[in-house]
């Protein structure tokens, strides 16, 4: 099917949304809840306007309008302010950037335990979560670094972070099968189905993707693609929560994801088969009426396996190329509820493997890089609730230990490191009004560079060496601390309409940022860049009319800059990846069983290096999409329905760093049937 068919397909589902929308109702409701109950700030469960940092949710039916062309979970909070998105691809990590001081600075949870923000977002299954809850500003008392080694490094909650929140209480049993046929011969097939059993809640699914794909590289990019890239992706995941005792806050929660992903960048050598698993292990218990313990476990093991291959006329296979990451993060806290406030007191742990090797047909794999690291906190927060006023204060202490065996296939200089640091944060949110209040908050963070910044994925004298693409090492790197602070404000009426305006400062001393070296072949390197500053303000507001119909809008201000002045190359620069401005805008309509929901995302544009003489500015300007639905039958209890998602209607083939290209515009069209 061409995609000019499936584009007449989605013209045909979506022909009555001007009429409906006409005749839509007017009777206006509160349907956005002052005092919507988020876990993100506290730990434990509490209503919005008593949390001093500013928090997003984002529900089911959100999930179910969003487009992710890239099949990339960060693409459905991609609209919220202060975050650019930019999934290289399908088979790529997400390279965005939050509050404008790069992509690891906002860290991803699942449950509360961190994952990795750039590969996790590829690996685990939207169906699995029930709603995502985001919290701009700094984070990192309460919630830990993450230690992971590759991509950018370790990751910092500074700027805020990304709770994903797994399926825990099911009202009914409910069967959903799907299938989806797209651009470039995609096929997506999935099986999802929960129950309640007694106190025992369970889900589980199954996704599987196939697709030809399409070239993503600019034209005479390091891919250098012959062939359609091919990939298959499988996910397969399942979670249960057993409620006991007198209320729903003794609960016993487990989560398990398995993806496998297998494919080729579109050459003969060019293979990979990367597999990805995910654990969550949780336990709450109320002590009594006023103590609740949380235990939570995680284990997350990424084995990422490629082929590298000589370019020419016919390909020469060079080696087998791998990583292998085991990281297992535990956190345990209680809280103490004493009269309206909450004191908090926690400790957490991390431990974490991080290979890499190389097998240059020898018929032996040979490591690159072999190093272990822990990280150890306690923590404590007090959250004092005043009346109409809410002061918050935290502690944590923390030690970071790294253990070095190999280093570019050498033994190490330093073979052992450790690192102990005190952070703060402090808040504070006073409700002025039923419709008004305005919140404040500053942290401070710390951050070890990570193997993959210190040993690279290729040696340092492969530079600019055709046919060497990767990370190139930097074992002299400096680890960084910084400092985040924000103001703002919030307006919230009871006719659905909510604003909200907040500037934010962000700080780094001796910034680990990632730069272009070369192109052609693609290669990278971690620097330490100076003083980073990041700083600027959001606008946003959005109102739901009725029942049928919402809009959202936002805007984001930054200004960036490297002070450098030992390098004048540097001085002055902006910090990767973060654009000057970033705007959002759609809207969802939903009558009679049909849905739509077009939404645009415009980016200023960004630069891929801090170096002002050998830089590349990258403009990728809109990307507007649309989802639509139309519901086939009258039943309530086994609904049918068609949709349509379609990403980036004007084809906005915008470059990307490292000689990546957006795909373009993509059509996808799905039945969906639901037994309930």
């Known amino acids: ?161 990304v709770n994903l929140i797994t399926r825990q209480k099911i009202d009914k049993q409910t069967t959903m099968a799907s299938t989806t046929y797209g651009s470039w011969n995609t096929i997506n097939g999935q099986l999802y189905h929960q129950n309640v059993n007694g106190n025992l809640h369970y889900f589980g699914g199954l996704n599987y993707e196939s697709s030809d794909y399409t070239n993503y590289g600019t034209n005479g990019s390091w891919l250098n693609m012959k062939k359609d890239p091919e990939y298959t992706k499988l996910k397969m995941y399942g979670g249960s929560t057993w409620f006991y005792g007198d209320n729903s806050q003794h609960k016993l929660t487990v989560f398990v994801n398995h993806t496998q992903h297998k494919g080729d960048a579109g050459r003969i050598y060019r293979g990979y088969n990367h597999q990805y698993t995910t654990v969550n292990v949780g336990h709450t218990s109320e002590l009594t009426q006023n103590i609740l313990l949380n235990t939570s476990l995680g284990v997350r093991i990424y084995d990422r396996n490629w082929q590298e291959s000589q370019f020419g006329d016919v390909d020469v296979l060079q080696s087998n190329n791998g990583v292998y990451q085991r990281i297992v993060p535990l956190d345990i806290n209680i809280g103490f509820k004493h009269g309206n406030h909450l004191l908090t ?135 960084e601390a910084g400092i985040g602070t924000d103001f703002g404000l919030n307006l919230n009426f009871p006719i659905g309409f909510k604003s909200g305006f907040r500037v934010f400062y962000n700080r780094i001393s001796d910034a680990i940022v990632d730069v272009r070296v070369s192109e052609n072949p693609s290669q990278s390197q971690s620097i330490n860049a100076g003083k980073s500053v990041s700083k600027g303000f959001e606008l946003e507001m959005e109102h739901h009319i009725n029942d049928s119909f919402w809009w959202f809008a936002n805007f984001t201000k930054m200004k960036t800059e490297i002070e450098d002045k030992i390098d004048p190359n540097q001085n002055g620069a902006e910090i990767p990846f973060a654009p000057d401005k970033i705007a959002n805008l759609g809207f969802t309509f939903s009558r009679s069983g049909f849905t739509i929901r077009p939404a645009i995302n415009y980016n200023w544009g960004y630069y891929d290096s801090t170096s002002k003489t050998d830089r590349k500015k990258f403009t990728p300007n809109e990307v507007l999409n649309i989802y639509a639905s139309q519901q086939l039958n009258r039943q309530k209890h086994n609904p049918v329905e068609i949709f349509t998602s379609i990403y980036n209607i004007t084809n906005n083939r915008y470059e990307m760093p490292w000689q990546f290209r957006n795909t373009g515009t993509s059509v996808m069209i799905g039945l969906k049937i639901t037994f309930n």
Do not use: C
Not at 30 to 59: F, H, M, W
Not at 346 to 357: E, I, V
């Open 1 to 161: 099917m061409k995609i000019n068919k499936l584009k007449l397909l989605t013209i045909i589902l979506i022909s009555g949304a001007v009429n409906n929308l006409l005749n839509a109702q007017s009777a206006v409701q509160d349907s956005v809840k002052l005092d919507e109950i988020v876990i993100t700030g506290s730990k434990v469960y509490r209503p919005a306007g008593n949390i001093t940092q500013k928090i997003d949710v984002i529900n089911l039916q959100q999930f179910k309008t969003s487009v992710t062309g890239q099949n990339n979970i960060a693409e459905v909070i991609g609209n919220r302010p202060g975050i650019s998105v930019s999934a290289l691809s399908r088979n790529d990590a997400n390279w965005g950037t939050y509050a404008g001081i790069g992509p690891k600075y906002s860290t991803f949870m699942l449950g509360g335990l961190p994952l990795d923000a750039f590969a996790d977002p590829m690996s685990l299954d939207l169906l699995a979560i029930e709603r995502i809850e985001v919290q701009r500003g700094p984070a990192s008392v309460l919630y830990p670094n993450y230690l992971s080694q590759d991509f950018a490094g370790n990751q910092s909650p500074l700027a805020g972070t």
């Open 345 to 479: 007191v926690g400790a957490d742990y991390q431990r974490a493997l991080y290979y890499t090797h190389n097998d240059p047909l020898l018929g032996y794999s040979l490591y690159d890089n072999k190093s272990r690291a822990t990280q150890k906190g306690i923590y404590i927060q007090e959250e004092l609730y005043l009346n109409n006023l809410v002061l918050r204060g935290g502690l944590r202490a923390n030690r970071i230990d790294t253990e070095i065996d190999l280093l570019s296939g050498n033994n190490p200089g330093d073979a052992e490191s450790s690192y102990n640091r005190v952070l703060y944060s402090f808040g504070t949110r006073y409700n002025v009004h039923s419709f008004l209040s305005v919140y404040a908050n500053v942290g401070n963070s710390f951050l070890t560079p990570g193997l993959k910044s210190v040993g690279g994925t290729i040696p340092l004298s492969a530079k600019n060496q055709p046919g060497f693409n990767g990370h190139l090492p930097n074992p002299n790197l400096k680890p």
